[in-house]
């Protein structure tokens, strides 16, 4: 089975916005276009995440997008996401693999060439590279990447490369052209007056990138 990872990630936040619930974005950023959901919370009951986890994967499955799980191992398996996501101190891909079988997209995140070659080594599905820009949506970020330490990864791993951090409709054209496989955004479409639209000009934008 061929693994469905998107172009267009856009992860659910409730802590940056209180306007929007996870399934209220999730929904938007579907109608506006989005390939991916990645569910997003870092705090709260292991229930109700898994509740709203198995909600999420209802409703992406219905609409043919892929669903992916930030963080926690034990809430995709609950809610048979399509996938999880793990940063550098998360659970381990490796072990994730173990746990979750092949057919699982499991992603890594990746703020250097180490870190990068790393989630290959472990047997990651793609690469979340960033932040490329100064993001707001993440207080402990690291330090910018950049462009062209994104081209390097690009170069120096075979995995789809997805960038992340202050990207939005006007910087992507740039990110996609420097080679990254996909984009994904919270801020850039959660924290939005209109998520579905903000998702569309995000959607179009890498159209006309390619």
């Not at 509740?51 to 609950?78: H, P, Q, S, W, Y």
């Amino acid at each position: 089975m061929k693994k469905k990872i998107g172009y267009l990630h856009v992860l659910t936040d409730t802590e940056l916005q209180s306007q929007f619930s996870h399934l209220e974005l999730a929904q938007l950023a579907i109608d506006g276009g989005a390939d991916t959901i990645q569910f997003r919370q870092k705090s709260g009951s292991t229930r109700e995440m898994i509740e709203i986890a198995r909600k999420l994967k209802g409703m992406c499955a219905e609409a043919g997008v892929t669903f992916i799980v930030n963080d926690r191992v034990d809430v995709a398996i609950a809610s048979e996401a399509d996938g999880v996501h793990l940063g550098q101190d998360d659970f381990p891909i490796a072990l994730a693999r173990k746990l979750m079988g092949e057919d699982v997209i499991i992603g890594g995140s990746a703020v250097s060439l180490e870190d990068a070659q790393r989630c290959f080594a472990e047997g990651a599905d793609y690469v979340g590279f960033g932040p490329v820009y100064p993001t707001s949506s993440k207080p402990d970020a690291s330090f910018p990447t950049g462009i062209e330490l994104m081209k390097k990864a690009i170069k120096t791993v075979p995995l789809p490369v997805i960038a992340i951090g202050g990207i939005h409709a006007q910087n992507a054209p740039e990110v996609m052209r420097a080679g990254a496989y996909g984009i994904a955004v919270i801020s850039a479409v959660c924290c939005q007056a209109d998520p579905k639209k903000a998702t569309r000009m995000l959607s179009q934008a890498l159209r006309m990138s390619k």
